[in-house]
């Protein structure tokens, strides 16, 4: 094939496979969707939140013998798997399309010790005993929703550098997440 007719048969080709993904992920949303035996997560936010900075906050460490498998859900181990064996990467997350730009492959292993850390800093923020609604609230949003929330500069108080207060009646009115 010459030059148009090869690219539009490449399109096609490509086209074709497009659509067979397409129809294969909606048959297996709809197989799950109508599985009634699966696990219901019946977690809070707050609670499934906490839990990701729990399961991440030693990714560093974990990272050493251990890579993601999206199609498992669970770390596993790289001794065991041979197609994961020639991983030189500070993270290994198994990409099913074997892609070469990775974003997981891009993080050196002093970022990794970064971002672990910053998993650790707010596992450990948003799950000591003694973290109330109050001190916890002013460090997660944005500017912009604070704002919504009812927040006000307050001069004076100083609650590890945000220099906020809750405008309660205002929070008063959002459902509580636990």
Not at 43 to 49: I, R, T
Not at 53 to 76: H, M, N, Q, V
Request: net charge positive; proline share 6%; hydrophobic share 35%.
């Amino acid at each position: 094939m010459s030059g148009k007719l090869g690219r539009q048969h490449l399109a096609s080709v490509r086209a074709d496979v497009v659509w067979k993904i397409i129809e294969t992920c909606a048959a297996n949303i709809a197989k799950w969707k109508s599985n009634r035996y699966r696990p219901v997560n019946l977690c809070s936010l707050s609670e499934l939140s906490v839990s990701f900075f729990s399961k991440f906050s030693d990714i560093s460490r974990k990272a050493k013998d251990l890579g993601i498998c999206p199609y498992t859900e669970k770390w596993e181990a790289l001794s065991g798997n041979m197609k994961w064996m020639p991983q030189n990467y500070a993270i290994f997350i198994e990409d099913p399309f074997e892609q070469p730009l990775n974003a997981a492959r891009t993080v050196k292993p002093s970022l990794l010790r970064k971002i672990s850390e910053a998993f650790e800093t707010t596992y450990g923020s948003v799950s000591s005993t003694y973290q109330t609604e109050a001190s916890l609230l002013p460090g997660l949003p944005r500017s912009r929703v604070l704002k919504a929330l009812g927040r006000t500069p307050s001069r004076g108080e100083s609650h590890g550098g945000n220099h906020n207060r809750v405008n309660w009646s205002v929070v008063s009115n959002v459902p509580s997440s636990s």
